[in-house]
């Protein structure tokens, strides 16, 4: 080699050296690439879930059981009333028994549903000629023949599977013996004492009521909430119970009277409910 071409050789070989003992080992940068956002990258790979936004705790909702006592003092007669959550009982002379009148129907019709001749098939055109009336506008003489088909005990049995402690049949059905304690824990759940394939027809009637028998709880229903109940009459008795429903949240109301008219009767069940059911939202959460 050439003394001038080494020169430029020797001038490169040093001025490598310089950099190799100043900064280190020489990296070699690759191609400049897309910028890289560690936080977004952060976000983009955590769950759908934890993005949301925490939901505002929803509002715990009790009946208004003061106000509702305070009315019911007032009244002339015998007034009872229940209130129940999955998680708690509210009660006032909820033990009491009163007649049930055509309350009692709805046992009827779950034990019916559960007759070993119906329970394993479809309904046919005659069982829902024979049931829907007696629910949607409580027909009495389906209802004599219902309690006849099915009998008292069938009835004693589902009060044992609901844990009611107080009903009591009669030769008269409308003279059963009802509490409004024992009501709500049937109507909690009621659906679950419907064998499952009547389940849906059974709370299809409840909650289609004749809208001529629809007073008391019925007018005072919250917003948002679907209602499915029975209400029972006779001179001097008005009684209702009904179960509260939105997803899978539930509460449970009856309200008994005795001795007050019609009217009378209807307007406090109304004003009873109107109290219990005060704050319940779309949003409640029943304790």
């Given at each position: 080699?050439?003394?001038?071409a080494?020169?430029?050789?020797?001038?490169?070989?040093?001025?490598?050296?310089?950099?190799?003992?100043?900064?280190?080992?020489?990296?070699?940068?690759?191609?400049p690439?897309?910028?890289?956002?560690?936080n977004?990258?952060?976000?983009?790979?955590?769950?759908?879930?934890?993005?949301?936004?925490?939901?505002?705790?929803a509002?715990?909702?009790?009946?208004?059981m003061?106000?509702?006592?305070?009315?019911?003092?007032?009244?002339?007669?015998?007034?009872?009333?229940?209130?129940?959550?999955?998680s708690?009982?509210?009660?006032?002379?909820?033990?009491?028994?009163?007649?049930?009148?055509?309350?009692?129907?709805?046992?009827?019709?779950?034990?019916y549903?559960?007759?070993?001749?119906v329970?394993?098939?479809?309904?046919?055109?005659?069982d829902?000629?024979?049931?829907?009336?007696?629910?949607?506008?409580?027909d009495?003489?389906?209802?004599?023949?219902?309690?006849?088909?099915v009998?008292?005990?069938?009835?004693?049995?589902?009060?044992?599977?609901?844990?009611?402690?107080?009903?009591?049949?009669?030769?008269?059905?409308?003279?059963s013996?009802?509490?409004?304690?024992?009501?709500?824990?049937?109507?909690?759940?009621?659906?679950?004492?419907?064998?499952?394939?009547?389940?849906?027809?059974?709370?299809r009637?409840?909650?289609?009521?004749?809208?001529?028998?629809?007073?008391?709880?019925?007018r005072?229903?919250?917003?948002?909430?679907?209602?499915?109940?029975?209400?029972?009459?006779?001179p001097?008795t008005?009684?209702?119970?009904?179960l509260?429903?939105?997803?899978?949240?539930?509460?449970?109301?009856?309200?008994?009277?005795?001795?007050?008219?019609?009217?009378?009767?209807?307007?406090?069940?109304?004003?009873?409910?109107?109290?219990?059911?005060?704050?319940?939202?779309?949003?409640?959460?029943?304790?």
């Amino acid at each position: 080699m050439r003394p001038r071409a080494f020169v430029p050789l020797l001038a490169a070989a040093f001025a490598l050296g310089v950099a190799l003992s100043v900064g280190g080992p020489l990296r070699l940068d690759p191609p400049p690439a897309a910028t890289f956002d560690q936080n977004a990258w952060l976000l983009a790979s955590q769950p759908a879930s934890s993005l949301a936004t925490a939901p505002v705790s929803a509002p715990k909702w009790r009946p208004g059981m003061q106000a509702a006592r305070a009315y019911a003092s007032r009244r002339a007669g015998f007034t009872a009333f229940a209130v129940r959550t999955p998680s708690r009982l509210y009660g006032y002379r909820d033990r009491e028994t009163t007649r049930s009148a055509s309350v009692v129907k709805a046992m009827l019709m779950v034990t019916y549903l559960n007759h070993r001749s119906v329970r394993h098939r479809g309904l046919n055109g005659s069982d829902r000629a024979l049931i829907g009336p007696m629910i949607r506008r409580s027909d009495n003489d389906a209802a004599t023949y219902v309690r006849n088909y099915v009998g008292n005990g069938a009835l004693v049995r589902l009060a044992r599977r609901a844990g009611m402690r107080e009903f009591s049949p009669s030769f008269i059905w409308g003279a059963s013996r009802i509490s409004a304690r024992d009501q709500t824990k049937l109507f909690l759940n009621i659906d679950d004492f419907v064998v499952r394939r009547h389940r849906k027809f059974a709370m299809r009637l409840l909650g289609s009521i004749v809208s001529y028998q629809r007073w008391g709880i019925a007018r005072v229903r919250p917003a948002g909430w679907a209602l499915y109940f029975k209400g029972g009459w006779v001179p001097g008795t008005e009684n209702q119970v009904g179960l509260l429903r939105r997803g899978t949240r539930r509460v449970a109301v009856a309200v008994f009277t005795a001795g007050q008219s019609a009217a009378y009767g209807r307007e406090t069940e109304r004003e009873v409910a109107r109290r219990l059911l005060r704050g319940l939202t779309r949003d409640s959460i029943p304790r």
